[in-house]
């Protein structure tokens, strides 16, 4: 599974970006697609999860409510909306493709490149 992530920018904080992730190749592998970031000088994190079939959805407590995840089966495409972005916002942004919903980096074999948000104060 091949991943190409896009739509990250610098934004104000209090504004909206929405990034957006296409996967090509053997897609069929996976069942799960997911977001992380990573910050300078720390871990990467999980961010929001959704299931190809079904689309339920799975987000951490640091972006309940702001962001919303969504996928579009037909275009093998996943999009994570950011609204009310905040400074700590500000990261690389990765999707991820995996087999089960999980909030750790190695439950996902293949990951996009990382696309850079920056939020200003």
């Known amino acids: 599974v091949q991943l190409q992530a896009s739509g990250g920018g610098l934004v104000q904080a209090g504004g909206s970006l929405r990034l957006s992730c296409v996967a090509s190749g053997r897609t069929f592998s996976s069942n799960v697609m997911a977001w992380f970031r990573q910050a300078p000088g720390k871990e990467r994190e999980f961010v929001a999860a959704v299931r190809w079939s079904g689309g339920s959805t799975v987000y951490s407590q640091s972006v309940k409510g702001r962001f919303t995840i969504s996928r579009d089966n037909a275009k093998n495409t996943v999009y994570l909306q950011m609204d009310s972005l905040k400074p700590e916002d500000t990261a690389v942004y990765y999707c991820?493709?995996?087999?089960?919903?999980?909030?750790?980096?190695?439950?996902?074999?293949?990951w996009g490149q990382g696309t850079q948000v920056t939020v200003s104060s």
């Open positions: 991820a493709a995996g087999i089960t919903v999980a909030m750790i980096r190695s439950s996902y074999d293949f």
